[in-house]
């Protein structure tokens, strides 16, 4: 056999074999030897068994995290608190080619603010689509804290589609909270500012001029994109809006947002004024707002209502008038309002007050039916009275900030951010049930679909704001810290510190994993970001590279291109200097994992091309030169070979006339070599196949789907031989090598898959057929 041949073949295989050894030398120490050499107690041991997820398992839940300023989702999963991935939503993330494919720049360039593109975002909420008040796994949103705008994220395949910019609004808090059946997802604001106007006008005329609002985006399920020609907008007083939450079950068809700074405070340090924080927390109360979005919408739809910038705008008087907008006394600076299972209660977090305030819907109902206010705030807006509508109020601790809870009826956790707790209470009886401190600084919490109409209870995670002296230093910029809590039984317990290198995480959510039904490929030919299929889809063959000028002289090269291991097609490109370059790449792989990248030198280009994905790069050639490109995922063997030119001419460059001389030259005696190692090889592959085809293979998705690939392997290099066999007719031995020799590439590849498709029968103690 073929030295070459000899060597990949039994590196392939003797893979297989190490992993016996591995397990005597394991098994060699005992549980308490360990225990000793790493100083674990046996409370390690319990909370180590309830996080642990041995290899190749998976995780109950899956978390999507906000990514805070780094503009982006981190998934990772529950109990294990391994990170999964990061989604690029606001910000570039060139390992997917987000922000350096076409496709995705145009979701980037959605999210355009003032005409000035903005490639950073503070994202703060996280939010899954919701049948019936349940987590149905199909989108996520999220919002931008700093440039009012909110993120479609499809679960089918885990990519940004669209970011819609508010056109209102200069800084925002309150979402991204969606209503039961995602009919909406709220987006409230936090600093007032001019809503109409983006203009200058002076903080003098704050009272009159500024204000807050509340968006209700109209979600379009089928079309997956929010519809900003059916979504709405309150305009609300200028307080601080904060935090939303939508109404359900009981107080579905409602929303609430609370605030801060109902003192309309503009701060002013430098003309010798206090400072915000004094002036925005001096009263002892601040307002809960109360929106009927379902009347909203009802009067949308009857024409009631009128457009602004391209959606439905409901000024005060009108909300006031039409009954869709009431407040509600809080104390104090208050945070989080979350909606209980039920949607019979709304638990506000008084921040600067240790207490929880829990108010009815049920009295909040009777007394906006009876017309029973304590008064109007300066804009008309009616008040109800805070002791009319408190089913009660409970004093947890300092620094009450957010509520979720738990399958356990009545029952739910709030974070206490200076006394750095968890609070765990019974909000029907008003008791408070036990305590946890947690490091440090608590800002969110979450428990397992915490936020839906049945939580699962079962974990809680603290997002704490400091990390201190919970992980190995790194630098005065320290990772968040996210720590796991087991609240399966009375007492909570601290299980896990998940250090969090992407900042600062505020919200995040859980959803069971078996609710997840991710993609593996795309349909041939895809644009992931419209999903649709691609105009540059290419198929196998059908490559081509094109040159067109316009009549100003403008000239275009464009290149239909596919990837699959272990080649680009084409493998040069020829361009002349001041051309723009369009390169369109088709991954034409259909196995699992089989991703291929595209760069190229100089020119800010990264694609990730996922199985069927097509995606595309534009840039202009504006200087003649040398510019190699190559894929940059390892997708086999000979990844690295899987490489081209990319030649820019210069202007009027006239080609003298040298012949390409090939840097090896072949014999009929190196054809002879390959074909008998390519006839070796086979027999190998052969025996593979008679192993996998006289077990239960089709039992296994897994290997029928590495035997699918491996067969598509076998079909290339039929082709190759083929080629090969035609040059070496004609005596052509150069071509008949080469041929031979990618005949042979094919095989490999084949065979790779094979014996991990063997390996994996083995492993899985498949049994033999007749
Ligand atoms: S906020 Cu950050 S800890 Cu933006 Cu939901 Cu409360
Ligand atoms: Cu394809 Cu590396």
Known sequence: MHELTRRSLSF???TALTIGAATAAWSAETLRDVMKRRGLTEKDLLAAAKTYTPTGGRDEYLAFSSGGQSGQVIVYGVPSMRILKYIGVFTPEPWQGYGFDDESKAVLAQGRVRGKDIVYGDTHHPAISETDGEYDGKYLFINDKANPRVAVIDLHDFETKQIVANPFFKSEHGGAFVTPNTEYVMEGTQYAAPLLEDGFVPLEEFNDKYRGGLTYWKFNREKGRIEPENSFVFELPPYSQDLSDAGKQDSYGWGFTNSFCSERYVGGIERGRPPFEAGCSSKDTDFLHVTNWKKAEELVRAGKVRQERGMYFIPMEQAIAEGLLYLIPEPKSPHGVDVTPDGKYLIVSGKLDSHVSVYSFEKIMQAIEEGEFEGKDPYGVPIIGMQDVLHTQINLGLGPLH??????????????????QVAKYDYCEGKILDKLSIHYNIGHLMTMEGDT????????VALNKL???????????????????????????LLYDMPVPLGEPHYVVAIRADKLKPAVRYKSGWDSRTDQ??????????EKTERSCDAEGKCTTEVWGTVIRSHITPEIIEAEEGDTVKIHLTNLERAQDEVHGFT????NVQLSIEPGKTASATFVADQAGVFPYYCTEFCSALHLEMQGY?????KGYQATAVKLVEGTLYTKEDYETQVKTNLETQAVIDQVVAYITSHNFKDFPTVVALVEDATDQLGFSEGAKKKSEEAAAKEDWQNAMLWANQWWQYQVKAADLGLRAKTYLEESGAQKVQ
């Open 12 to 14: 392939l295989v003797g």
């Open 403 to 420: 509520t979720q809870f738990d399958s356990k009826p009545c029952v739910a956790y709030t974070s206490l951010y200076v006394d750095s």
């Open 453 to 460: 109409v049945s939580p699962d209870g079962k974990y809680l």
């Open 467 to 493: 990390a201190i002296d919970r992980f190995n230093p790194v630098g005065p910029l320290h990772p968040q810290n996210h720590q796991l809590i087991d609240i399966s039984n009375e007492k909570m317990q």
């Open 533 to 542: 299929r691609s105009p540059y889809k290419t198929r196998a063959g059908r």
């Open 600 to 603: 190229l030198y100089g020119q």
């Open 646 to 650: 990319l030649l820019v001419r210069p």
